[in-house]
């Protein structure tokens, strides 16, 4: 039998090509649909994911399929599934897309655009974040008095965000501001706490 995620000429994984994919479409801060996603694949691998004997159709259920071993722990855990039919990337499939990015042959994957909604978001979060208790003691030296209610209220995240949306949420916050100069650190020493409950 043949292994779905075998090499092409790229040199990446079937689940690789997905994450970049998604990647691609702003899936580091917003969940992105499927078939959006298997129209990129297409464009990052042609005639990878279409249908055997209909080589100009894509064949969804062979992205599904990739889209799925994206997420196993054993394949790094890249994506996270959101919804029915939404992905959305982890911090791991994060750094894998943007190392995965520059290795693409005439594509720019410079082109990933900002909405100005986005933009708007991270001038409203970024000022909430540099308010927060959490981060206010970071700056004063005291990182080890933030507690882990302190660390979920940096990133909005409470009893009732579970899982995947927790995680949702702290992707998002360290995409757009983990390379921030006031909030890089911060955000890095936060989401961990936050991830382990405080266990460090």
Known sequence: MKERSTKAQN????HEVVTLAVYLLGGDTKP???EDIAVKTNEIATARFTRRKYRDQIN???VRWALWDAKKPKNGAYLLEVGKD???LTEAG???AKSGAGNLE???SSGRTVSARDRQWQRNERGRMLSTEAFVKIQNGA?????TREAEEFFRIDAYVTNNSREQKITRALSAFGNDEELGTAIKLLAEKVRTGGKQ
Request: overall charge negative; aromatic content about 4%.
């Open 106 to 108: 005439g594509m720019d």
């Open 60 to 62: 969804l259920g062979n």
């Open 143 to 147: 990182a080890d008095t933030v507690t």
């Open 94 to 96: 994060l750094k894998v």
């Open 32 to 34: 992105v649909d499927t």
């Open 11 to 14: 040199g990446l994984s079937n």
């Open 86 to 88: 939404d992905w959305q």
